[in-house]
């Protein structure tokens, strides 16, 4: 049997093989050429610090407390492996804002054990109980909040005048419970239970008012969340904290009805001549692409144009779709190769020279009123400049508006031609088309 201090060596080298492996998994996510296995590293070292808890920490554990942990990580494995394999992609913004909420949660409870056990603590032990406390509540009730917003379970943002001032209010009432909690002044269960509400009532205020243009996945979760909505913001060109506090997404009727003109319809035959007999293409692929999943057409035709001796290009919008990395994902999927590949600021001074933007439903990220109407909830926006090109062609089903719910200036241009129908199914055509182009 080894000894107690051998096996706090071992525990802790465990611990600081998973931390190495959970960056290491990390690095790797960030380019969908190595995300696969970064999520299978990053995988291995839970699976390590999980054993490691098991066999030497939870070796002075109650038979009936090992119990209910392995009975628990039985039970969530089976949860997340049936919903993961199940889940539509589409659906996997919702499917990340429950994890991110389940995450919240737990850190939660782990804080609410200390602070509710009383046990002797010193300060720094209550500090970071009650900071933990405070991020884990917030996000998971936020988190559920943004999964009810993004499932369609709740379609009205909640505004009222003064709103962020409650906010404030709750923000500070928080504040100074979990002093007293820290302090230990005064600091029984009622006041680690008020404080613990009062962080889940702003979890769920702050994502209330969010609406329209902008529900995250995990829009107020802890430190990933943070940072995927710092991202959005800044895809958005917002703060944070006009997000937060601001209702941000609130689309007025007349900046949603402000469009005039009427939508000119094209056939697929006659855009496919067009689109053979180009030199330069760029393809703008959207939440509609995902809905379709048109991916594997999509690189058909690029193919097939790229034989032809056309310039193909995709352009990605860092919000095109519904989670980030959405659109990059499905062009990984469907083997475009990354140079063909360029994002918002590399792209967006080609489509002057574009003979042809090929939208594929997509509609928020081309949207020209994020330039010109100030009125318009996506005022401010950076957006791919789809409306500079010779040629626009559309593909969507109808007139459907896209996530921010407001009208498209860019449908109703001079140089622009809808191709309705599904993405899959229009884009089959083309491919037709160009074929019978020669
Ligand atoms: P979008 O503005 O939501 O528009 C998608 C368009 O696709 C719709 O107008 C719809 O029109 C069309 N469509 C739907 N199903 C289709 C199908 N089967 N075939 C063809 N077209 C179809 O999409 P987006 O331009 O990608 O912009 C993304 C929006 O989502 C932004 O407002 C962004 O802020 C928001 N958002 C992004 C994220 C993220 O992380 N990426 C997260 C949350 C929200 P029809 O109904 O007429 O077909």
Redesign the pocket.
């Known amino acids: 049997m080894p000894s107690a201090a051998t096996i706090q060596t071992l525990t802790q080298l465990s611990y600081l093989i998973a931390a190495a492996l959970f960056i290491l998994g990390l690095k790797r996510m960030s380019s969908p050429v190595t995300a696969v296995s970064g999520v299978r590293w990053a995988g291995l070292g839970m699976l390590l610090a999980t054993l490691v808890t098991l066999v030497f920490v939870g070796s002075s554990a109650s038979a009936f407390n090992l119990a209910l942990v392995v009975g628990a990580i039985a039970l969530g494995g089976v949860i997340a492996w049936v919903s993961g394999k199940r889940v539509a992609m589409t659906d996997m913004?919702q499917m990340i804002a429950l994890y991110n909420g389940m995450g919240g949660g737990a850190a939660a409870a782990i804080a609410a054990v200390e602070l509710y056990g009383g046990n002797e603590h010193n300060v720094v032990h209550l500090t970071m109980a009650t900071i933990g406390g405070f991020i884990g509540a917030v996000s998971f009730s936020g988190s559920l909040i943004a999964f009810a917003k993004l499932q369609g379970l709740i379609t009205k943002s909640v505004r009222f005048s003064g709103q962020k001032f409650v906010n404030l209010g709750i923000l500070l009432a928080t504040a100074v419970l979990g002093f007293m909690v820290i302090t230990g002044l005064h600091a029984g269960a009622p006041e680690v239970s008020a404080f613990f509400a009062l962080a889940l009532l702003l979890g769920v205020a702050m994502t209330l008012p969010i609406g329209g243009?902008?529900?995250?996945a995990g829009t107020v979760v802890g430190a990933a969340g943070t940072l995927l909505t710092q991202l959005?913001a800044k895809a958005?060109n917002r703060s944070l904290g006009n997000v937060l506090f601001s209702n941000f997404g609130e689309s007025s009727s007349a900046a949603a009805g402000g469009v005039t003109g009427t939508q000119k319809a094209i056939e697929a035959s006659d855009a496919g001549v067009m689109m053979a007999y180009s030199q330069k293409i760029i393809i703008v692929p959207?939440?509609?692409l995902a809905?379709?999943q048109a991916q594997h057409k999509v690189w058909e035709l690029a193919q097939l144009l790229i034989d032809h001796g056309v310039k193909v290009r995709f352009a990605i919008h860092p919000?095109?779709?519904?989670?980030?990395g959405?659109m990059n994902v499905l062009l990984a999927e469907a083997g475009v190769p990354y140079d063909l590949i360029s994002d918002l600021d590399e792209i967006n001074a080609e489509f002057e020279t574009a003979d042809v933007a090929l939208i594929i439903?997509?509609?928020?990220?081309v949207n020209p009123d994020a330039r010109t109407n100030k009125g318009s909830p996506i005022y401010g926006m950076p957006i791919l400049s789809a409306d500079k090109a010779k040629n626009v062609v559309v593909?969507?089903?109808?007139?459907?508006?896209?996530?921010?719910g407001i009208d498209n200036a860019l449908f109703v241009l001079d140089q622009t031609r809808m191709l309705y129908g599904?993405?899959q199914a229009a884009v089959s055509q083309l491919i037709q088309a160009v074929k019978a182009a020669g």
Not at 361 to 365: E, F, P, R, S
Not at 395 to 404: C, N, V
């Open positions: 913004p243009a902008m529900i995250i959005m958005m959207g939440y509609g809905v379709a919000v095109a779709g519904r989670m980030p959405h439903g997509a509609n928020d990220v593909i969507k089903r109808g007139q459907g508006q896209g996530f921010s599904d993405a």
